[in-house]
């Protein structure tokens, strides 16, 4: 399935021309431009512009990987809602994020982790690996250039 700028493909795909709406079966994993979706299940509403999937998705970008079991994404915006087993990898800042909920806002690039939500840093220096784990009850996780 190929919308404007979206390239989707499925081993099941049922459209409905009524609701112009989607539905996907596993192994369903979406492209726009760097960014990929990848789910077991879900939808697409082409009216919304808005991918739900609910089961095993994840989010890769050139930066970041996310999973979680459910993921709402809008494709206007590229704000996603995660929900439960959440996991994100940082590649740029070396970080692990965990949480039962999440929103996801590319630009500029922050993470709200709410339901036991937990970040892990980490490094490795001339073979040397260090790690600082935080918790609290809601993380705000994003990045500021260190010129601002």
């Known amino acids: 399935m190929f919308t404007d700028s979206v390239f989707i493909k499925s081993n099941k795909i ?12 596993t192994a369903t994993t979406a492209w726009q431009e760097d960014n990929m979706l990848f789910a077991n299940s879900g939808s697409f509403d082409r ?8 089961r095993d998705s994840y989010i890769f970008t050139k930066d970041q990987e996310l999973w979680a ?32 909920r ?15 939500p ?6 490795v220096e001339n073979g040397v690996r260090d790690t600082i784990f935080l918790a609290a009850d809601t993380i705000d996780y994003y990045t500021i250039n260190y010129c601002d």
Not at 47 to 54: I, P, R
Not at 118 to 123: D, L
Request: aromatic content about 14%; glycine content about 2%.
């Open 69 to 100: 079991d459910t993921l709402i994404y809008n494709k206007a915006t590229g704000v996603a809602t995660l929900t439960y087993n959440i996991q994100i990898l940082d590649t740029v800042q070396k970080s692990l994020c965990f949480a039962d």
């Open 14 to 25: 049922d459209y409905n021309t009524v609701e112009n709406k989607a539905y996907f079966g």
């Open 102 to 116: 999440a929103v996801y806002n590319p630009d500029p690039m922050k993470i709200r982790l709410t339901r036991n």
């Open 118 to 123: 937990s970040v892990a840093m980490y490094t």
């Open 47 to 54: 009216e919304s512009e808005v991918f739900n999937f609910n």
